[in-house]
């Protein structure tokens, strides 16, 4: 069955950075643009970077400059790296694997998330 495990959250300081990975199984991950979900206490999901088959990615505005999204196809592994974090990047980050009707985008699989905390 899919699979989504998301790794490497915790704490740090503002300005500091973290790498995240989310380790894919289960389906043919190449095959499929992904998406990394934020969600903050109390908010709803906010979109944070998503990567297409070919490698493209794009960012929400919040993030744009400081995160970079990437694949690694032959070990099924997506990976956000964070630099410059602030406060308010603090939230549970999901992977999600896409999947479109007509050009809307819905997400059919989320791992459990991993928490990102920006304090000092």
């Known amino acids: 069955q899919v699979q989504l495990l998301e790794s490497g959250g915790g704490l740090v300081q503002p300005g500091g950075s973290l790498r995240l990975s989310c380790a894919a199984s289960?389906?043919?991950?190449?095959?499929?643009?992904m998406s990394w979900v934020r969600q903050a206490p109390g908010k709803g999901p906010d979109w944070v970077s998503g990567?297409?088959?070919?490698?493209?990615?794009y960012y929400a505005d919040s993030v744009k400059g400081r995160f970079t999204m990437s694949r690694d196809n032959a070990k099924n592994i997506l990976y956000l790296q964070m630099n410059s974090l602030k406060p308010e990047d603090t939230a549970l980050y999901y992977c999600?694997?896409?999947?479109?009707?007509?050009?809307?985008?819905?997400?059919?699989?989320w791992g459990q998330g991993t928490q990102v905390t920006v304090s000092s």
């Open positions: 999600a694997r896409e999947f479109w009707i007509a050009d809307t985008k819905e997400y059919d699989y």
């Open positions: 289960g389906f043919t991950f190449s095959n499929y643009a």
């Open positions: 990567i297409k088959t070919d490698g493209r990615t």
